[in-house]
């Protein structure tokens, strides 16, 4: 290894990746080849950290819907757009499949909390798990400055 790179390594250019860098999202196999492409493209590790830090800033008191996710631009898209409800509900779903948020539920075992989302729809609230507080807090520390 040459002088340059590990200078570099030492200052932290070539971090691990983290949930911030992945790509990908689910797609019907119903659906066109451009909905694949599409799919292969979204930065659905951004949006995933975006969800979880913004459950970690409300997290223990409450949490959030999909719906509520996507229309108080609490997480955006490449472009800065919020990104859809269902797109929220889609990484909501991707990471309760990774223990990382829960339903929240009345007490334990009970019944799911939901809340109103447009006119006479409802919508089931996530919350952190304490997995999901570790790894919210890991991204934090990832983002920070390493100090020579």
């Known amino acids: 290894m040459n002088q340059r790179t590990l200078d570099e390594m ?10 911030w860098d992945q790509t990908g999202g689910p797609v019907s196999d119903a659906h066109p080849l451009t909905s694949h492409h599409a799919a292969s493209k979204v930065r659905s590790g951004s949006q995933k950290a975006q969800i979880l830090i913004a459950m970690h800033k409300v997290w223990p008191d409450r949490g959030f819907t999909g719906y509520e996710l996507a229309t108080r631009g609490l997480v955006v898209n490449g472009a800065g757009a919020p990104i859809s409800p269902n797109q929220a509900c889609t990484r909501l779903g991707e990471l309760r499949d990774t223990g990382l948020v829960e ?12 809340a109103e989302t447009t006119p006479g729809n409802t919508g089931q609230i996530h919350r952190l798990t ?18 020579a």
Request: net charge positive.
């Open 130 to 147: 304490a997995r999901g507080v570790t790894a919210t807090v890991a991204l934090y520390a990832s983002e920070r400055p390493r100090v």
């Open 103 to 114: 339903l929240q539920r009345e007490f334990p075992g009970g019944p799911v909390i939901e």
């Open 10 to 19: 030492a200052m932290g250019a070539y971090k691990a990746p983290t949930l």
